[in-house]
Nanobody, 125 residues
Framework: EVQVTETGGGSVQAGGSLRLSCAVS?????????MGWFRQAPGKEREGVGF??????TYVKSVKGRFTISRDNAKNTPTLQMNSLEPEDTGMYYC???????????????????WGQGTQVTVSS
């Protein structure tokens, strides 16, 4: 059974930083996997933040240069480092995964099969 669990999050002032981690288990060994970070602000649709597979990472325009997706090799977990946070970054953040590569694209939430429960990020001005 595939399981996805986010940790991290919290509340910071504008300009601050937060780091989210995503623990993933249950995937078939040696599988091609695309990991995605999404967020959902109150009253808005869930949107992609960035995507990672073994070929690299991609980011949506609104977070490029501020957010970085990397892999914690010791724990084999993808992380989302968020710097220069803005109040507009406030929302529930989700880690998601699917079999197949990301292919450098910006993918909708419906293209991912496995989701974490989400973690809240609040940025105050």
């Amino acid at each position: 059974e595939v399981q996805v669990t986010e940790t991290g999050g919290g509340s910071v002032q504008a300009g601050g930083s937060l780091r989210l981690s995503c623990a993933v288990s249950g995937f078939t060994p040696q599988s091609r996997i695309c990991m995605g970070w999404f967020r959902q602000a109150p009253g808005k649709e869930r949107e992609g933040v960035g995507f990672m597979d073994t070929d690299g990472t991609t980011y949506v325009k609104s977070v490029k240069g501020r957010f970085t997706i990397s892999r914690d090799n010791a724990k084999n977990t993808p992380t989302l480092q968020m710097n220069s946070l803005e109040p507009e970054d406030t929302g529930m953040y989700y880690c998601a995964a699917r079999y197949t590569y990301c292919y450098g694209g910006d993918w909708p939430p419906t293209s991912f099969n496995y989701w974490g429960q989400g973690t809240q990020v609040t940025v105050s001005s």
